[in-house]
């Protein structure tokens, strides 16, 4: 599903240049739910960002469902995003001035699906997150948890392959976390999604598969047991 | 892009900030409004001007006799011209197209003296033919106007206005009855409406008409005139150029002076003057709309600056909708219609009340010499409509490019 091959990027800040990722190979089969870890400039985000085709890279080869990402326009990007992935956020990332229910729709707005459509299929996804009764409160009527389970139902709403989650818990206590990541299992065993989860919390990893380190922007251990981080933790 | 979808967002985004909606706004209101206002206030000016040239044929021109200045034909200078009614039968002949020519001789008030029982009052007298109506366009309120019976025969008929009736007859019916002019009696035949019933002030009264040949006679005036005005049917500047030589020419012949010697007669050509004051009214319509336009793109910049500050405000949320998969044309879509939708509402607003504020004054304050009817065409409207909906264009498209040019990742990155 995901492919990286030498994937190289660098930033450049004034007249200095840090090399982020420094050449990472990678392979995320369909299914798969997955954690990256790392300590923070460890590369991690910037990785998800490229799998997420929000951001480009400098060298390498990034297939998704073996379709080559590279010189697309911004517009071709955005179908491909709309297509193929779903955003969950640290910080939840819901507009405002909407409902959770017309927050949950926006991707399918884009894909341009007539309102009374995208409204169902929203409601269904939002039942499906269990906040069906929760539907026409708007965000700052919701607790962290229920807005983080809104953006959930919002990244899956549109039926994306791949869900890809940048600190799906780190502004959330530890019981929610325990519920948002079971949610994300669900959607992951259930619905057959791929699942690809940043995170630095061990517990958060240990629910995953299978855990990816990065250290310095290259891949230290691309198979480690999420048992033993729990067993570190002990 | 012009669907319900897009603009229940951006109602739905413009309903969230009402105040910031509502103050940008107000720049473009003001500046339409302003434009609106100004315009009519110029058309009222140019109303009131043109209001002046109700009386008199605009394609025409009159000539009063002067004092040569330069010698001719072993003549010597400072001759007076006096015009008489020969000049007016030549130039009949040799002005093209000629339309209606007539003369008239003038007694000015200090030297008339109206009578009626113990009434008194002075006025300039016109002895005039019936022609002079057509070219000073009066128009006959009571009873007739001087006809051609009366000049064949001389008749001591006089035309007056509603001033004079006031003066000399009070109450009484003026018709028929007959007024000593310097101690001849006239026979009152017709009341004619008055051009100044606003202001009868002791410097403007309306003149009274006698036929020529009367005060020809009455007056020992030969055959004189003192004016000569005619009209033709080459309105157009070349036409009145020529029309003018002709002139010139024809009365340089007939009085002997130098056709170069512009003292000799005096002439008004009404094309010329008419043609001027189109000019300056044109000048002033151009000064008033780059005044108005000034004013608008203050709005402009007002929104587009705002808009600017939206979009950096917004950075976040355009950051997950292009996440949510947004396209570019999407978000610049959403950013512009924004922009144009909040124009047109507010100028539209504004372009209402300035005609509503104008069709109120146009109604409250009198015509004058100067200023009447200030008020907009259609036409006018709808090109501060189509400039206010450019203007929403271009406030919106720059800060839309911003938007676009947006990347997720930076909008997306937490603090």
């Keep these: 599903m995901i492919r990286l091959t030498g994937i190289r990027k660098s930033y450049r800040t004034g007249s200095s240049t840090l090399e982020v990722l420094k050449g990472i190979d990678l392979h ?13 400039g460890s ?5 998800l960002n490229i799998i997420g085709i929000l951001d480009n890279y400098d060298n390498g080869e990034y297939r998704l469902d073996s379709l080559l990402i590279k010189g697309q326009s911004e517009t071709e990007n955005a179908g491909l995003r709309s297509k193929y992935i779903g955003f969950i956020f640290q910080s939840f990332n819901l507009i405002s001035f909407k409902n959770a229910l017309e927050n949950v729709a926006l991707p399918l707005y884009y894909q341009g699906i007539p309102r009374r459509k995208r409204n169902e299929q929203a409601l269904a996804m939002l039942e499906n997150v269990g906040l069906k009764d929760w539907a026409h409160h708007m965000p700052n009527e919701l607790s962290g948890g229920q807005k983080q389970r809104v953006a959930i139902a919002r990244a899956l709403v549109s039926g994306p392959k791949i869900i890809l989650a940048d600190e799906p818990t780190g502004a959330l206590d530890s019981t929610t976390s325990r519920e948002v990541m079971e949610l994300l299992k669900h959607v992951n065993r259930d619905m057959g999604m791929t699942v690809v989860i940043v995170t630095h919390e061990r517990a958060v990893a240990a629910a995953s598969q299978r855990v990816i380190y990065l250290r310095d922007g290259m891949i230290e251990n691309d198979r480690l047991d999420p048992a033993t981080l729990l067993a570190d933790v002990r | 892009m012009f669907d319900r979808e897009n603009w229940g967002e951006i109602l739905q985004s413009i309903g969230k900030n009402k105040l910031r909606t509502v103050l940008t706004g107000f720049a473009v209101f003001w500046g339409i409004f302003m434009l609106i206002l100004l315009l009519g206030l110029g058309n009222g000016l140019r109303n009131g001007f043109a209001y002046n040239f109700r009386n008199t044929a605009e394609n025409s021109i009159s000539i009063w006799g002067g004092e040569t200045s330069k010698p001719w034909n072993g003549l010597p200078a400072n001759r007076n011209i006096q015009l008489t009614e020969e000049d007016v039968e030549a130039l009949r002949h040799t002005i093209p197209g000629l339309e209606h020519i007539a003369g008239n001789y003038r007694v000015w008030r200090g030297n008339s003296q109206l009578q009626y029982g113990n009434n008194y009052g002075s006025y300039n007298i016109h002895g005039i033919i019936n022609e002079q109506q057509l070219l000073e366009k009066q128009t006959v309120a009571q009873g007739r106007f001087i006809n051609e019976v009366d000049e064949q025969l001389k008749r001591k008929t006089i035309v007056i206005a509603d001033d004079a009736r006031k003066e000399l007859f009070k109450d009484e019916d003026p018709m028929g009855k007959w007024v000593n002019v310097n101690g001849v009696p006239f026979q009152v035949v017709g009341l004619y409406a008055s051009e100044n019933e606003g202001r009868q ?22 055959r004189d005139v003192d ?27 007939m009085h002997n002076f130098d056709p170069t010697d512009d003292r000799a007669i005096w002439l008004d050509n009404n094309v010329e003057n008419v043609s001027t004051f189109n000019g300056i009214f044109t000048g002033i319509s151009g000064f008033i709309w780059f005044i108005g336009i000034g004013s608008l793109v203050a709005g402009i910049v007002g929104i587009g600056n705002i808009m600017l500050i939206v979009v950096k405000d917004r950075t976040r949320e355009i950051g997950v909708r292009k996440a949510m998969g947004a396209t570019p044309a999407n978000v610049i879509g959403q950013i512009l219609m924004e922009a144009i939708f909040v124009t047109a509402v507010f100028g539209w607003f504004g372009l209402a009340l300035g005609v509503l504020l104008l069709e109120g004054l146009a109604s409250v304050v009198p015509g004058s010499e100067f200023f009447r009817n200030p008020t907009i065409d259609f036409r006018t409207a709808i090109w501060a409509l189509i400039a206010m909906l450019m203007a929403g264009t271009i406030a919106g498209y720059f800060p839309a490019r911003r938007a676009a040019a947006i990347r997720p990742i930076e909008a997306l990155r937490d603090e």
């Design chain 1, 28 to 40: 995320i089969a369909k299914g798969e739910l997955v954690s990256i870890m790392g300590a923070s």
């Design chain 1, 43 to 47: 590369g991690k985000s910037t990785l």
């Design chain 2, 201 to 222: 002030g002791m410097m403007q009264r309306n003149p009274v008409f006698i036929p020529l040949s009367a005060a020809q006679q009455v007056f020992n005036a030969q």
């Design chain 2, 227 to 253: 004016e000569i005005m005619f009209s033709f049917s080459d309105a157009s500047l070349a036409g009145a150029a020529m029309a003018e030589q002709r002139t010139r020419h024809t009365l340089a012949r």
